[in-house]
């Protein structure tokens, strides 16, 4: 059985700063694809940010300067650091595990299997 559990969302003003964690067990993380989701009010889900292998990672391009995506493999953890928050970046965030990153990895979320609950974060102006 594989468990996902994302956490440290909140509630921040623009322009603060939140870093979010997803702890996976039930397997080694490391090995497959992992990213991080987001799906706003009245919006599609969309990839954020990805780490498919040490040195390799992706982000949206609404994003890029301000998230950062980092892993610890000894604490089976993926992190998401986000920075100038604005108020377009009210969402809910979600960690989800694909395929082994031997096969390759993507945004497009029907590879991916398993989901974490989510973690709210709400910016205000």
């Known amino acids: 059985q594989v468990q996902v559990v994302e956490s440290g969302g909140g509630s921040v003003q623009s322009g603060g700063s939140l870093r979010l964690s997803c702890v996976v067990s039930g397997y080694t993380s490391s090995r497959y694809c992992m990213a991080w989701f987001r799906q706003g009010p009245g919006k599609e889900r969309e990839g954020v940010a990805r780490i498919s292998s040490a040195g390799t990672s992706a982000y949206v391009d609404s994003v890029k300067g301000r998230f950062t995506v980092s892993q610890d493999n000894a604490k089976n953890t993926l992190y998401l650091q986000m920075n100038s928050l604005k108020p377009e970046d009210t969402a809910a965030y979600y960690c989800?595990?694909?395929?082994?990153?031997?096969?390759?990895?993507?945004?497009?979320?029907?590879?991916?299997?398993?989901w974490g609950q989510g973690t709210q974060v709400t910016v205000s102006s």
């Open positions: 989800a595990i694909g395929p082994p990153k031997s096969y390759g990895c993507t945004f497009f979320d029907g590879i991916y299997k398993d």
